[in-house]
């Protein structure tokens, strides 16, 4: 009995380190935008927003699971030791000091300090924030055990007093809408947070949180680990439906032509009153820092195992907390600008090597996965040049190509097209290595 006790106590410890993890500035404000634009449909918009965000996170790190290789090289081994290390790495800067982590600390000035302390610039706060991150993050054993057990409840009960507040006394009614796209608007949403990019790099965290607490032994290592994305994924799927409940409920009217943050602090403001910007600002706070704390200590961990640890762990710590400090003062709308092509071409390439991951035990011949990875990227190249004015009007007449996926038949062109051309010599011998290693 103790022992079941101690496992559901340590299920919801990680689950809510994993919550947070992922709960940052983008799941916070995608959520009510959604549900003021769908009105009577934002349940819909909402199951997509959460399919494409949670959904294809944990199809990533069941995947993982699966090969039995949890790592980054588990996803990307089979295109080759030097493009998988081109890919993990990049994936890691993006979801590192490039573009998530300071957006953490750019959408806490703007949207929780900006609004309360005017006459603080975003250097000074940015300083103070990334201090904590480096006092919390430079103990790798001691984060998950930080963030699941102190500042995921606040985050949690924050948010929760919010969306029951908004639950007992709406906004007003919930109305249908026009000229919205729910499923593709959901959809893109998703994409957005980088969930994905980040999920095949929290689980290394979230396996080691599981082995200092006595899960050593493989089976019970994954059956801790599944549990608590589950875990993490229903505490998502409460929090993700709460906000676009909350946007629904301004749907008729009076909350026009207000973007995504100005909705949240617009919709606080309405339920709380004078208090609503301050217990915002607390929101937003607990949510960046704790997903800032997951990055910077996923980030680090990484460079390290790259390095053979010629760069050590605190060392990586210090250094991603520095560039991600400079690239915080850029501002949040600059630093999605940036992330917006990168990620459309990123994207691509993870989730066709996800998917084929499933299929491993059928794939005989490794060229499958170059095929359809390399014509993925190619389409979704297309996409991104084509968003910058380039003649590829095509990518949009690609079955699924209004929805951003139009790299979905090409990639499967390219894995057929693979699946004929004969492996090397090296790539068989390599092929029946990790054959007898798994074995």
Not at 30 to 44: D, E
Not at 105 to 110: H, I, L, N, P, Q
Not at 309 to 332: A, R
Request: proline share 4%; glycine share 10%.
């Amino acid at each position: 009995m103790k022992e079941k006790k101690k496992s559901m106590i340590d299920i919801a410890v990680i689950g809510l380190a994993l919550f947070a993890m992922f709960f940052g500035a983008g799941n916070l404000i995608f959520p009510p935008y959604l549900g003021i634009n769908a009105g009577s449909q934002w349940f819909t918009g909402f199951l997509c927003f959460f399919i494409a965000d949670v959904g294809l996170a944990l199809v990533a790190i069941m995947a993982m699971i699966k090969t039995g290789d949890v790592s980054m090289n588990g996803i990307t081994g089979k295109l080759g030791k030097v493009p998988s290390v081109i890919i993990n790495s990049l994936i890691v800067l993006c979801i590192g000091p490039f573009l998530a982590i300071p957006r953490t600390a750019a959408t806490t000035y703007e949207m929780g300090v900006m609004p309360i302390f005017p006459f603080i610039n975003s250097w000074v706060f940015g300083a103070i924030f990334f201090v904590l991150v480096l006092l919390l993050t430079i103990r790798p054993s001691g984060v998950v055990d930080v963030i699941g057990k102190f500042l995921t409840p606040a985050l949690v009960a924050c948010l929760l007093a919010l969306i029951v507040i908004g639950y007992i006394h709406p906004i007003g009614e919930i109305v249908p809408t026009t000229n919205f796209d729910t499923v593709k608007e959901g959809i893109l949403a998703g994409y957005q947070t980088m969930d994905v990019l980040a999920a095949v790099v929290f689980v290394i965290i979230i396996i080691s949180a599981a082995k200092s607490k006595g899960y050593t032994e493989s089976q019970s290592t994954m059956r801790i680990v599944i549990q608590s994305s589950v875990f993490a994924a229903v505490a998502l799927f409460i929090i993700y439906g709460g906000l676009a409940y909350l946007g629904a409920t301004t749907s008729a009217g009076g909350f026009e032509g207000y973007n995504q943050t100005a909705l949240v602090v617009a919709i606080t403001q309405t339920l709380i009153g004078s208090y609503g910007v301050l217990i915002l600002g607390v929101i937003v706070f607990f949510a960046c820092l704790t997903t800032a704390i997951g990055l910077v200590s996923s980030c680090a961990s990484f460079f390290e195992e790259q390095t053979n640890g010629k760069i050590s762990y605190k060392s990586m710590v210090l250094i991603t907390i520095i560039f991600s400090y400079v690239v915080s003062n850029f501002g949040i709308s600059t630093i999605i600008s940036i992330a917006a092509p990168i990620l459309n071409l990123l994207y691509p390439v993870v989730l066709v090597m996800i998917i084929l991951t499933f299929f491993g035990k059928h794939i005989k011949n490794q060229n499958i996965y170059i095929g359809a990875a390399i014509l993925a990227l190619l389409a979704s190249a297309a996409d991104v040049l084509y968003g910058f004015g380039l003649p590829f009007e095509f990518i949009k007449s690609l079955p699924f190509g209004g929805y951003q996926c139009g790299w979905v038949v090409p990639a499967i062109i390219g894995g057929l097209i693979g699946k004929f051309i004969p492996m090397s010599q090296k790539a068989i011998l390599n092929a029946k290595k990790e054959g007898s290693d798994l074995a």
